[in-house]
């Protein structure tokens, strides 16, 4: 295991920022961390990189990290040839080269000013320089957010090649496509907690929409009304036992249940009412 | 090789994968004895990633559609009775029974029978 | 280390540049300042900030640039040399957002430990070269200066300026926008130098031991006030380390 988190704790104040969370990622493993807005994703990356204090809970790292921050703020003043150098003194087991390499395919002049740069081609930048370091794991803060779809697809399959390699990738994303696209794993965050959590595929074989009468309310998420019928998303075990007609679900959908059905605090196994 | 992997279906990717190499077998793409690229080659042929593809595998093996051969990879198995064919068959049964359902009459089915062997 | 020189040059470049021109300005035009205030003598408004007395007195070399150069255009500006060298040193990669940048990388203890040094070295060597000026120009324009006056007001500047960097860069720590810490030193200099005019908070004025008071006075160096200074300095250094150290990006 590259990263262990332990029933992590971290409190602002009033607001459970992060309330006890565990997850691990593997190697060679890509594992997404999604969630709405100040679900806790950025604070409880923060606290595994350190940035942060936690208030409970262990956290394992057990390698060396390379870090994407949801800002990519970087050093306005400088060119793009001096980040690269100034990079390359203080980050370990960086390639420059390397890096020189991704940013010449990006097609980012190395004499432009990074506050000339638009905000893709700094990330663009960010990426080649998080992406030129050797590191065990990744973490991306929404590695793609702001990017054109030619750009973003690249990126995506520059992070997918990373566990070729023997590295892992932890990252958050608001963008459902793409974590189907990318995702070994899993973990959906909601109000500092994971609510759901294992490998994708498996997510999403384990749910599935079941058609009720109007009349009928269960305790579950209930994703649609239509003028006769209740659509609800329910766990596909219970649905089974309970002798209901299985649709299955795209993963928007799904996600969508899950997190707005725990925020009115159903339960998706869907009970009767 | 590459297939279309569609990453939104509800579907999972590597039930897609499995499914893709077993429509290759029977229509005879791939014959007993072939390779099938290995791991790390199809993930990147396809874009997919690495576990994905082994999950895909794993299962392949399982089912006896494929073997490991030590050292040089995966190799298609002889499918005689493997269960590929079982579960076509079954897909069939089910398919009849919709069509049986939907008031079809058997002399209908049978004729479309009739039909898919006369174009081969 | 590099990084961080790199990206003090401007303030680097430009306190060096304004003090040179501040002694430039001074040290060649003493028979042309001592005439033109003569021109003035008798002028009652004149009396008040120039006794007769200390016009005589500024015709000899010694106390022309003493007292012009650490009594006035360099001595002045010391605390605020401190001030302007330690300022945005931790806030200006916080208020940014680079500062995630650098923690990432490297460990919090090396990152103060370089931030600090490099504040530190280019802060000595402003005064230590502001303060040898007197001691140079004198060499090569072959004037007669009391070397070890110098030296001893070298070490008045030193130190002096050495609490006002301790301080700004404790504010530095501890805020997380490049303005506040600015103010917060500019604004801590004020008080206290106005809290000292009443006399028993005469100690909090840091403006005298600046100015090197006790030199003009006794021709000594005021070696308690300078002890002093470098205690608080430690303290607030290692507050500072602590803070940042815990302290949340």
């Known amino acids: 295991m590259i990263l262990e988190v332990k029933q992590l704790k971290k409190y602002y104040k009033n607001i459970k920022a992060v309330d006890g969370i565990s997850f691990f990622v593997d190697k060679n493993e890509i594992f997404a961390l999604l969630g709405p807005n100040g679900a806790g994703k950025t604070t409880t990356i923060k606290c595994i990189l ?82 030129s370091q050797k590191a065990e794991l990744y973490i991306l803060d929404e590695p793609t957010w702001g990017l054109d779809p030619i750009v973003r697809n690249q990126i995506l399959e520059m992070i997918r090649n990373i566990p070729f390699d023997g590295s892992s990738v932890l990252y958050t994303s608001h963008i459902l496509s793409e974590v189907e696209k990318v995702a070994d794993k899993v973990a959906i965050m909601n109000k500092g907690k994971i609510i759901e959590i294992g490998y994708l595929d498996d997510i999403k074989e384990k749910y599935c929409a079941i ?46 249940a899950i997190v707005l059905g725990n925020n009115s605090s159903s339960n998706i196994r869907g009970e009767e009412q | 090789m590459w297939f279309n992997i569609d990453f939104h279906s509800h579907v999972p990717v590597y039930v897609q994968i499995k499914e893709h190499i077993k429509g290759k077998i029977l229509n005879g793409e791939l014959k007993p004895g072939d390779f099938i690229p290995s791991i790390r080659t199809l993930a990147k042929d396809i874009g997919v990633n690495i576990n994905t593809v082994a999950r895909a595998y794993r299962e392949l093996e399982i089912e006896g559609v494929i073997r490991a051969e030590r050292g040089e990879g995966y190799i298609v198995t002889d499918i005689e009775n493997s269960k590929i064919r079982l579960e076509l068959i079954e897909e069939l049964e089910r398919m009849v029974q919709k069509l049986k359902q939907a008031g079809i009459s058997k002399e209908k089915i049978l004729e479309i029978v009739d039909s898919q062997f006369k174009l081969r | ?49 120039l006794p007769g007395s200390m016009l005589n007195r500024l015709k000899e070399w010694n106390f022309y640039i003493n007292s012009q150069w650490f009594g006035k255009n360099f001595g002045q500006m010391i605390p605020i040399i401190g ?28 990152v103060f430990r370089d931030k600090f040094l490099t504040g530190l070295i280019s802060l000595v060597l402003i005064l230590v070269l502001a303060s040898l000026l007197p001691i140079i120009y004198s060499f090569l324009f ?32 501890v805020f997380d926008d490049q303005v506040k810490p600015l103010l917060a030193g500019l604004g801590t200099l004020a008080i206290t130098t106005v809290a000292g005019i009443i006399k028993p908070l005469r100690i909090l004025n840091t403006y005298a031991y600046a100015l090197g008071n006790t030199i003009f006075q006794k021709n000594s160096i005021d070696l308690k006030y300078t002890i002093g200074v470098i205690i608080v300095s430690v303290l607030i250094f290692i507050v500072a380390y602590r803070i940042f150290l815990k302290k949340e990006i």
Not at chain 1, 75 to 84: D, G, L, P
Not at chain 3, 86 to 101: C, D, H, Q, V, W
């Open chain 3, 142 to 173: 072959n004037k007669d200066y009391r070397y070890i006056t110098g030296i001893k007001f070298l070490v008045h500047s030193l130190f002096a300026g050495l609490l006002w960097y301790s301080i700004t860069l404790l504010y530095s720590v």
């Open chain 3, 1 to 49: 280390m590099k990084k961080e020189f790199y990206d003090m040059r401007v303030r680097i470049i430009g306190v060096t540049i304004t003090l040179l021109v501040l002694f430039f300005v001074l040290a060649p035009f003493q028979k042309f300042t001592v005439s033109m205030l003569e021109g003035y003598s008798g002028n009652p408004q004149l009396e008040k900030f």
């Open chain 1, 211 to 256: 058609r009720v009468d109007k009349s009928r309310n269960l305790d579950g998420y209930k994703y649609k009304s239509t003028e006769t019928e209740n659509v609800f998303v329910v766990k596909k075990e219970w649905a089974q036992e309970h002798d209901f007609e299985c649709e299955p679900i795209t993963f928007d959908v799904l996600f969508e």
């Open chain 1, 50 to 131: 350190g940035l942060r204090n936690k208030d409970d809970g262990e956290i394992k790292l057990n390698g060396s990290v390379a870090y994407l921050p949801e800002g990519k703020e970087l050093y306005q003043s400088y060119t793009v040839k001096k980040m690269i150098e100034i990079t390359a003194s203080i980050t370990k087991d960086f390639d420059k080269d390397k890096c020189f390499r991704f940013v010449e395919q990006f097609d980012i002049p190395l004499s432009e000013k990074v506050s000339e740069l638009s905000n893709g081609q700094t990330t663009q930048l960010y990426i080649s320089l998080v992406l």
């Open chain 3, 83 to 110: 001030i302007i060298m330690a300022f945005p040193l931790f806030s200006r990669e916080i208020e940014n957002g680079t500062m995630a940048f650098l923690l990432v990388r490297r460990n919090r203890k090396l």
